[in-house]
Each structure stands twice: as structure tokens, then as C-alpha cells.
């Protein structure tokens, strides 16, 4: 939902939710709801109204249980082809990214600009938000506009003098001689994740030299959509939330 939310209030859900809800779900008067917008909270709803053209809730509590990871992480995620990346970008989400931001790198094979990259943005946020629902994230992660890898870099070099470095920055290369248990913990990560056919070694220089350590996460190669998901699970399970 993008309206605002609050106890009492009474709406009627835009089209998109109201299909899912009453067609396919079948939702009916007095049913139950779960509703959120990214405020940080979840709101318990009941239908007032179904019809086939109009499903109405009201809002009857607030509440906050604890579904966001103590570890602010940011997912660098090089663009990858077809589904992959729906599927990178959707399990990040589902295991607590705060923030996704999609980069060109010079190995990857996907090259959009103006409209279909305006088009693909919208496509990759309307992933994470369906994510966060099924997930029941109370925030939905921000997909920053696609940039390319190495202006992303110069940028976070000039950011990292202005914080301080607050922010552990962290790529997957498969020949780092460095793993997560090798590495101090942090309240705040930024994990680089390269294409397919992996990230140049000028890209490793420039990255290494703008203050990003590498990092191996294991003896085999993973492929771009799995290696995200599996060093964002080792780091949640480390310093977030899954460890129990």
C-alpha cells in the first residue's frame, strides 16, 4: 500500500490489491487483513466491502513485532540476464536487505538506457515490494537507479572519507584470501555481488583501492543469484537475525 495507514481509518484497496485479495483469494465481508506501506508497521484490517469492483477494509490495530535485521545491509548487485536478477533481487529482500542498488559492470551482458531502463527500474520495485509482502517485511528496500560499477565506487571512495568508513564495505571475489570469520563485525555492511562471468580485475583494483575488502565464501564458484543470497544468509546468520 502507498496510502497513509492508522488505526480506525477506513479505505478502499486500489485494483491491483483488490484482485488478489478478492478474486483470488476469495476474501469476503469480515475477513481479515494484513496490511503495510513501508512506515515500519503492520496494520490488522477487516473487509467492510467486496464486490467485484470494489473491496474495502477497516483498520482496526497497530502493531511492530521485530521483522528488521539489526544489520543495515546494502546489496551492490551487478544486473544480471533474464530472470536471474528478479530472483537475486526477491531472496535479498526476503532475507532483510535495507537497500538494493543494481550497477553495470564490464563483464555483465546487459546494457539499458531511457525508456527500457526507466521500464526495468519499475519492474525491479514492484519485485521487491511483492517480496516484502510475502515476506512480511515492514519495509520495502529501496532500488536505487542502475549506475555503472565504477561511479558507484569513485562515489562511495568519496563518501567513505565524509562517514569515516562507518560502513564495511565487502565484495565476493573467488580467489580472496579472506573469509566472513576473518572479518570484524559491523552494524552496517555494504556487499558487492559481480555478474556471471564475475567482476574484471580492474574492477577489483578500483574497488579494493576504494576501500572494499574481498571476500571468498567457500571453496566453489556460485552463481550470481545464488552467491547474493547464500554470503547475505552467512551474514545475517553472523550478525543479523538469523542467527536465532
Not at 570469520?181 to 567482476?199: D, F, R
Not at 578500483?206 to 567457500?218: C, D, K, R, V, Y
Request: hydrophobic content about 45%; aromatic content about 2%; glycine content about 8%.
Amino acid at each position: 500500500m502507498d496510502a497513509p495507514l492508522s488505526e480506525g481509518a477506513s479505505l478502499e484497496l486500489p485494483d491491483a490489491k483488490r484482485h488478489h485479495l478478492g478474486t483470488v483469494l476469495r476474501l469476503s465481508v469480515g475477513d481479515t487483513v494484513t496490511l503495510f506501506n513501508g512506515d515500519g508497521h503492520e496494520y490488522a484490517a477487516r473487509v467492510s466491502e467486496a464486490t467485484r469492483k470494489r473491496l474495502a477494509v477497516e483498520i482496526e490495530a497497530l502493531s511492530t513485532p521485530r521483522r528488521e535485521s539489526t544489520l543495515s545491509l546494502t546489496l551492490v548487485q551487478a544486473i544480471a540476464r533474464g530472470d536471474r536478477m528478479d530472483f537475486a533481487l526477491a531472496k535479498a529482500v526476503e532475507l532483510g536487505v535495507a537497500r538494493i542498488r543494481p550497477v553495470f559492470t564490464e563483464r555483465g551482458q546487459i546494457k539499458l538506457k531511457g525508456e527500457r531502463l526507466a521500464k526495468k527500474q519499475a519492474h525491479w520495485q514492484a519485485v521487491a515490494e511483492s517480496a516484502a509482502e510475502q515476506s512480511g517485511r515492514l519495509i520495502c528496500p529501496a532500488i536505487s537507479p542502475a549506475i555503472d560499477l565504477g561511479q558507484l565506487l569513485a562515489d562511495d571512495d568519496e563518501d567513505e572519507h565524509a562517514d569515516g568508513g562507518s560502513t564495511l564495505r565487502l565484495m565476493l571475489a573467488p580467489e580472496a584470501a579472506r573469509s566472513l570469520s576473518e572479518i570484524v563485525s559491523t552494524p552496517c555492511v555494504c556487499l558487492l555481488i559481480g555478474p556471471e562471468s564475475g567482476l574484471s580485475h580492474t574492477e577489483i583494483e578500483q574497488a579494493s583501492a576504494a576501500g572494499w575488502q574481498a571476500l571468498a565464501l567457500g571453496p566453489r564458484i556460485l552463481r550470481t543469484e545464488t552467491a547474493g543470497m547464500a554470503a547475505i544468509a552467512a551474514l545475517q546468520t553472523a550478525w543479523g537475525d538469523l542467527a536465532g
